[in-house]
RNA sequence: UCCGGAGUAGCUCAAUGGUAGAGCGGGUGGCUGUUAACCACUAGGUUGGGGGUUCAAGUCCCUCCUCCGGAGCCA
């Protein structure tokens, strides 16, 4: 290794290194000149740091580049570090040499405002600027929080397919694609496999990608998100709640450890993450029903919450909250009944604070087979598709519950971000498949 | 699918029916501590497409397209 890469390093990392002559990678984020100083603002993925080019102290050829270098063109740039209160992390670089890599093309993102639409049609370079990369640092740190939860926990990834041949819920819109010369479906969720993961496994999970066809138009929707989801045999309701609040527990408090220089940029105010601690509370749907009737809302009793009823309901609480035992009606046929009310599905939602809507949705499963056979004809689904599912209820059938946390979603509430599609990297709406 | 909103310079936006403009970005020049630096000069336009009314349309009317927000549905 020579000398020279001995001293490559990063920006992340320059605090411990003042005082030392260090080489860094990286991009032009900023150009500033007052004539016989200019300032380079580096930006090498890790971080901004500010570097100084003096005309007294470079050669004259390095000190002549500010006129060739634009926005984001690549450089190496060797320089000495040090304490500097006025630059933008409190260190600075100054240059003794650059390496010149490629000089970009005009920069289509100037340094000001824009409108959502135009960014995202340059969302392959929007990922560059400040906020949209502290959002999927915080993503990114979201999902491995999830992993460990899980991993440490006694889950097997077990990973559900995303070609399928059956519609879980049935009534949702799913993509269709020519599977060769049969039909299929691009998967809404991995759940019904993940229940064949847990009486294998005991407790299993899957990660991945899931696809809704509906059009909606919000920013709480995106027609191919993450959702991560559980499954645990030998489980009740109450136990899957309590699953369900100590994964979303970790997940924020590994967050607010290990995203703080991310939760800053993003001006987060992070005092109502510290909140989310175990035990959430959990009402039924009566009681959110009540809660919504006293706030004058015209909610119809029966139905299913809207965007703006979550918000009245989450408004009520200070941290994350279950709802549970809902109108069996409208939720799916493969939940479990209340045995203390035949009307009522074991289901719950859990509801992020701040109307950042629905993240979790899950509950009990049906684990009798004459029941479920029943509830897939009553729901006018096709048996055929159905029956390595309803094996599951004829070979050991236990108890058994899990639920789904949408990823972005969770990200959107723990960034505090309006828009939904600003969570993911390259998001898909209905009127976006590209870039 | 329904309701509402918006399409004008690369971007963000102005412009009573009467000569299409500004800021930012780009280019040129100036400045030894800048922070979205500043100052001067400069280039940049089929006003989303089509049709109509009018002496005259970015502006009024019709139509189509695109995008944004919300509803429904959902995570």
Redesign the pocket.
């Known amino acids: 290794m020579t000398e020279q890469n001995m001293a490559q390093t990063t920006i992340d990392k320059l605090k411990s290194q003042i005082g030392s002559q260090v080489t860094l990678r990286g991009w032009v984020y900023?150009l500033?000149?007052?004539?016989?100083?200019w300032?380079l603002v580096l930006r090498d993925g890790t971080g901004l740091l500010?570097c100084?080019v003096?005309?007294?102290e470079v050669p004259e050829d390095v000190f002549a580049m500010e006129?060739r270098l634009?926005?984001e063109s690549s450089v190496i740039v060797t320089g000495t570090v040090r304490e500097?209160k006025?630059?933008?992390g409190g260190v600075?670089l100054?240059v003794s040499g650059i390496e010149v890599v490629h000089v970009a093309e005009?920069?289509?993102i100037?340094?000001?405002?824009?409108?959502?639409?135009?960014l995202?049609d340059h969302r392959h370079l929007w990922l560059r600027s400040r906020l949209q990369h502290a959002i999927l640092k915080v993503r990114h740190q979201v999902i491995k929080a999830s992993r460990d939860f899980f991993d440490s926990n006694g889950f097997t990834l077990v990973d559900s397919p995303i070609f399928t041949a059956n519609a879980v819920?049935g009534?949702?819109n799913l993509f269709k694609v020519d599977y060769f010369d049969q039909n299929a479906y691009l998967t809404q969720?991995g759940q019904l496999y993940q229940e064949a993961g847990a009486l294998a496994f005991g407790k299993s999970y899957c990660f991945g990608p899931t696809f809704?066809a509906?059009?909606?138009?919000?920013?709480?929707?995106?027609?191919e998100?993450w959702?991560i989801e559980p499954e645990m045999a030998y489980c009740d309701l109450d136990e899957d709640m309590s699953w369900a609040e100590r994964y979303v527990e970790y997940i924020v408090q590994w967050c607010l450890e290990h995203c703080k220089t991310e939760l800053a940029t993003l001006e987060r105010d992070t005092s109502k993450l510290e909140k989310v601690k175990r035990p959430f509370p959990r009402i039924t749907y009566a009681e959110a029903a009540e809660i919504l009737a006293r706030k004058g809302s015209d909610f119809k009793p029966g139905?299913?919450?809207?965007?703006?009823d979550?918000t009245l309901i989450s408004e009520e609480f200070d941290r994350p909250v279950m709802i549970h035992r809902w109108p069996a009606d409208?939720k799916a046929f493969y939940m479990k009944r209340d045995p203390a009310n035949n009307d009522l599905a074991l289901g719950v939602?859990m509801l992020a604070p701040e109307g950042h809507?629905?993240?979790?949705?899950g509950g009990q499963r049906e684990d009798d087979y004459d029941i479920l056979l029943k509830r897939i004809r009553d729901n006018d689904l096709p048996v055929k598709p159905f029956e390595w599912y309803l094996d599951l209820r004829k070979y050991g059938s236990v108890p058994h519950s899990g639920f789904?946390?949408?990823i972005?979603?969770t990200v959107g509430w723990i960034c505090g971000t309006k828009?939904?599609?600003e969570t993911i990297p390259f998001p898909r709406?209905i009127?976006?498949i590209e870039p």
């Open positions: 900023k500033r000149s007052i004539g016989k100083i300032f500010q100084v003096v005309k007294a006129s634009t926005q500097e006025r630059a933008v600075e100054g005009e920069y289509p100037a340094p000001k405002e824009h409108g959502t639409a135009f995202m819920e009534t949702t969720s809704r509906e059009k909606s138009k919000t920013r709480r929707h995106l027609t998100f959702m139905s299913d919450f809207g965007g703006t979550e409208i939602d809507g629905e993240i979790v949705g789904g946390l949408g972005e979603r828009h939904i599609r709406t009127y976006r």
